[in-house]
């Protein structure tokens, strides 16, 4: 059983497009995450949220924008692609309680492609 | 403000030989330290943490971390690598306000040669 799922796995678009990366997870966690992996590796986190409410959001475009249905869903939406998006985004999730000891699970990655 | 730090950003080693991935920390408060490695086309996986408690932590895959608070380290360690470990290690600290976000150091990959 795959514990955080990511779909798609690969997404290749053009400049200027709208698109939605899907995460899943079936851990029972309360805490899911959104980081961006960049071509140099450097990975930062985007967005957190816990059992639907969002408590983290970094200094990140207002293109982006995380929706969570419920606490075991967590999606990502961007409009207006850019070239500087291209990069591998994955989900996470952690049981949560805003402790920060918990370690978190991370999906396989989309990695976004921009033409 | 939580930082981590990774000075290698490859580190090579022959199979069989013991293997060491540097990390040093800088963080106001405890440290919540993590080690995750990220295989080719995969999310990271966790490996280990130190909390508090003992300073030697033991993980995964035979992989243990040594928490040095005077020489603010976690450096990761193996006694016999394996040449499935080559992959890229990541160090991590938990960020500030008793977050659970985690603060990724830049990487490091290993390389164990047959």
């Known amino acids: 059983d795959t514990a955080v799922s990511q779909t798609p796995k690969y997404l290749v678009t053009q400049m200027g497009n709208d698109k939605s990366i899907k995460c899943e997870q079936n851990?029972?966690?309360?805490?899911m995450y959104w980081y961006k992996q960049d071509s140099k590796k450097f990975l930062k986190i985007m967005f957190s949220y816990n059992n639907k409410e969002l408590i983290i959001n970094e200094t990140v475009p207002n293109r982006f924008s995380p929706k969570s249905p419920d606490k075991a869903h967590l999606n990502l939406h961007i409009n207006s692609l850019e070239l500087g998006d291209s990069a591998v985004y994955f989900c996470a999730s952690s049981p949560g309680g805003q402790k920060g000891n918990q370690p978190q699970h991370f999906g396989d990655g989309t990695r976004l492609s921009i033409l | 403000a939580q930082s981590v730090a990774q000075p290698e950003d490859q580190v090579n080693v022959a199979e069989g030989n013991p293997l060491t991935v540097k990390c040093t920390y800088s963080v106001s408060g405890n440290p919540y330290l993590f080690w995750y490695v990220q295989y080719p086309n995969r999310g990271l996986q966790f490996l280990l943490k130190?909390?508090?408690?003992?300073?030697l932590v033991k993980g995964s895959y035979g992989f243990e971390a040594e928490f040095n608070k005077s020489q603010t380290s976690f450096h990761l360690k193996k006694p016999s690598a394996l040449v499935s470990d080559s992959a890229l290690y990541f160090c991590a600290v938990r960020g500030p306000y008793n977050t659970d976000k985690l603060i990724f150091g830049t990487g490091t990959r290993l390389q164990v040669f047959p």
């Open positions: 130190y909390i508090t408690g003992d300073n």
């Open positions: 851990l029972g966690h309360d805490t």
